[in-house]
């Protein structure tokens, strides 16, 4: 069954009075396309979480958050010497004489290099790695179980348009034997109406008659056409209720049903058969909107 690439999951946890909360939102995108954001103390799993996405989400654009709140004891440090430094360099700058001006702490603390993350061994690396690890699958798990809900919805309805798209392609083989028929009565009835002439002269018209009702049956004929959409729908319907990734095959199929489409409107020659054409060529459309959502 096909997946949907739109999905929501989260995940929230607290360890050693660490709150931590994850949260992993999926769209449409062409490709596969992660952005993890993760504290600045945790940016170094940025690799193994993308490979963690990558291996439960084959397209789609991919935005993984994580946010930490800490009710203990602060993590950051801040340098006293980077501090003294920012703030002898400050006190140094020569002001005018009418300007007084007062020094704030809390904006010189976020200085680059004035609060630094700790440093963290193995173990701890360990540890905040089962951590992610643990909220990423348990979001990831839910992002899947939306996609795939979604994808039966989405499957449903793509399979409906090509019941549909089927039933107009049978009025066409039901009217196509007709069009080279009425060709032939058109023809016949105009030459009729433009040569009063005897019947003899009539008579050798009818091998003329014949070969130009040949020639336009050859023209007009959409029989390969009709057999590569009928074809067509038949392998997206069968790609729809496949367990592989088919995104990109079902759009591609469904740009093949559109060219199809167009060629029988343009050699059918026939305002039924047109008509027809404008059903099936707005069901391919819809089928090509709906598709872009499909992993």
Not at 98 to 116: E, I, K
Not at 121 to 143: F, H, M, P, S, T
Not at 259 to 269: D, L, P, Q
């Amino acid at each position: 069954m096909i997946l949907s690439m739109t999905g929501y999951g989260d995940a929230q946890t607290c360890v050693d009075g660490t709150s931590y909360a994850l949260e992993i939102r999926s769209l449409n995108s062409r490709y596969f396309k992660a952005s993890i954001k993760l504290p600045e103390n945790l940016q170094f799993f940025d690799g193994e979480g993308e490979k963690l996405l990558r291996g439960s989400l084959g397209r789609g654009s991919v935005n993984c958050v994580l946010r930490v709140r800490n009710d203990g004891a602060a993590e950051y440090k801040i340098n006293p010497v980077a501090l003294q430094d920012y703030v002898d360099q400050i006190c140094a700058v020569d002001l005018p004489a009418d300007v007084h001006a007062t020094l704030d702490l809390g904006s010189v603390a976020v200085m680059p290099g004035v609060c630094q993350a700790p440093i963290l061994d193995e173990a701890l690396r360990n540890k905040y790695w089962e951590i992610v690890r643990g909220l990423i699958e348990e979001a990831l798990g839910k992002v899947v179980t939306m996609r795939r809900v979604e994808g039966e919805a989405l499957c449903e309805d793509l399979l409906t348009h090509c019941a549909r798209a089927r039933e107009h392609l049978a009025e066409i083989a039901k009217r196509t034997p007709d069009v080279v028929q009425d060709y032939h009565e058109r023809l016949q009835t105009r030459v009729q109406t433009l040569l009063h002439e005897g019947a003899v002269k009539i008579e050798l018209d009818k091998d003329a008659l014949a070969r130009e009702v040949a020639i336009y049956a050859e023209r007009c004929d959409i029989s390969e056409e009709l057999t590569r959409l009928a074809s067509h729908l038949d392998q997206f319907c069968t790609l729809c209720q496949s367990k592989e990734h088919a995104g990109r095959k079902l759009d591609f199929l469904a740009q093949e049903m559109l060219r199809e489409a167009n060629t029988v409107g343009s050699k059918s020659n026939d305002a039924e058969i047109a008509r027809q054409v404008v059903e099936i060529k707005g069901l391919i459309d819809r089928l090509k909107e709906q598709v872009q959502n499909v992993e």
